[in-house]
T-cell receptor, first 118, second 110 residues
């Protein structure tokens, strides 16, 4: 149980294009999903918190107009990297919170999406 | 949000027990302690979670002293496949946001 999927797993795009990444909770409902970015040999950096039916909350320094987040249902959140540039190349990981299902606050993570911008 | 401190790296040999300690001095009353494992180019995988004392599951044990200002993840008889980065995080039921620290890079040698 508590499986989170991401699609695509890997994407290569040209500079200036937009890329959409999907995050799905497969066997549970997630009112809250999170988006992280991870550069090589570094830790995960929280980008934003996505709440179903409301606007996402972005961390300081993350451009909300560049990283568009939509959480239209209890099982799907999307991250769109708009006008991508090479510096946006990174490993993007989502997670879904299962608060209330288990004791404490447990997040289950997707497998990640490798974005390469040429 | 409580900040955690872990050793940057650790080395071990196959078959040994590995203990990774995490410091979280300003943990809040409602906070739980959760450990994740991450392999390269994969998302973090939940290992174990606890609030106090000791928790054990099929892959690890988690030791939490009474003051809860630290915790120790214990991996019994590690194998080469346990080579990964291990993250300790703290968060409460009403605080969904988790902030990752540096993690501990465990290298297991044959």
């Amino acid at each position: 149980g508590a499986v989170v999927s991401q699609h695509p797993s890997r994407v290569i795009c040209k500079s200036g294009t937009s890329v959409k990444i999907e995050c799905r909770s497969l066997d549970f409902q997630a009112t809250t999903m999170f988006w992280y970015r991870q550069f090589p040999k570094q830790s995960l950096m929280l980008m934003a918190t996505s709440n179903e039916g409301s606007k996402a909350t972005y961390e300081q320094g993350v451009e909300k107009d560049k990283f568009l987040i939509n959480h239209a249902s209890l099982t799907l959140s999307t991250l769109t990297v708009t006008s991508a540039h090479p510096e946006d190349s990174s490993f993007y990981i989502c997670s879904a919170g299962t608060s209330g299902v288990k004791p404490g606050n447990t997040q289950y993570f997707g497998p990640g999406t490798r974005l390469t911008v040429l | 949000l409580a900040k955690t401190t872990q050793p940057i790296s650790m080395d071990s040999y196959e078959g040994q027990e590995v203990n990774i300690t995490c410091s979280h001095n300003n943990i809040a009353t409602n906070d739980y302690i959760t450990w994740y494992q991450q392999f390269p180019s994969q998302g973090p995988r939940f290992i174990i979670q606890g609030y106090k004392t000791k928790v054990t599951n099929e892959v690890a044990s988690l030791f939490i002293p009474a003051d809860r200002k630290s915790s120790t993840l214990s991996l019994p008889r590690v194998s080469l496949s346990d080579t990964a980065v291990y993250y300790c995080l703290v968060g409460g039921p009403n605080t969904d946001k988790l902030i990752f620290g540096t993690g501990t890079r465990l290298q297991v040698f044959p």
